[in-house]
């Protein structure tokens, strides 16, 4: 395994367990609030956030190196994230955490199918197994 790779488990590893605690702080949070109000405040403190970090990390130049290509998919990336988060707080504020989580997750199948069709990244029997038992674990977890 590369240094890329091990990177990029750590990494990924990190970012499910906050995602994680999104969901917990996300629906006691969510209780007695709008959702959408919640959402804007989420995003908000992201927003300070993630700058901040930028700022921090001295990261600001490169900001007018951004190609219009990468721009237009990163503004796409983001108005997805923000309708993903705008129902994923109406789904908390109406489900069960342990019922909302895992069909989220499920965009795990949506992302490989959609690799392999725009990225052409390759579905391999591994891959088809995996996202299969992902679907199998998903229904068993709601019903």
Same mark, same amino acid.
């Given at each position: 395994?590369?240094?890329?790779?091990?990177?990029?488990?750590?990494?990924?590893?990190?970012?499910?367990?906050?995602?994680?605690?999104?969901?917990?702080?996300?629906?006691?949070?969510?209780?007695?609030?709008?959702?959408?109000?919640?959402?804007?405040?989420?995003?908000?403190?992201?927003?300070?956030?993630?700058?901040?970090?930028?700022?921090?990390?001295?990261?600001?130049?490169?900001?007018?190196?951004?190609?219009? $290509?990468?721009? #237009?998919?990163?503004? =796409?990336?983001?108005? /997805?994230?923000? @309708?993903?988060?705008? &129902?994923?707080?109406?789904? +908390?504020?109406?489900? $069960?955490?342990? #019922?909302?989580?895992? =069909?989220?997750?499920? /965009?795990?199948? @949506?992302?490989?199918? &959609?690799?392999?069709?725009? +990225?052409?990244?390759?579905?391999?029997?591994?891959?088809?197994?995996?996202?299969?038992?992902?679907?199998?674990?998903?229904?068993?977890?709601?019903?």
């Amino acid at each position: 395994m590369s240094n890329n790779e091990s990177g990029a488990i750590v990494f990924a590893l990190l970012s499910a367990f906050f995602a994680a605690l999104t969901t917990i702080f996300g629906k006691i949070g969510v209780e007695t609030i709008n959702p959408n109000i919640a959402t804007a405040i989420r995003t908000l403190v992201i927003l300070i956030m993630i700058w901040g970090w930028v700022l921090v990390k001295g990261q600001l130049d490169t900001l007018m190196t951004v190609s219009p $290509k990468t721009l #237009l998919f990163l503004v =796409l990336s983001g108005l /997805s994230t923000g @309708l993903s988060w705008l &129902f994923y707080f109406r789904a +908390l504020q109406a489900g $069960k955490a342990s #019922l909302v989580a895992p =069909l989220d997750k499920s /965009s795990l199948v @949506l992302v490989i199918v &959609f690799s392999a069709i725009f +990225l052409k990244e390759q579905l391999t029997l591994q891959v088809i197994l995996g996202t299969a038992l992902i679907v199998v674990g998903t229904l068993v977890l709601i019903k």
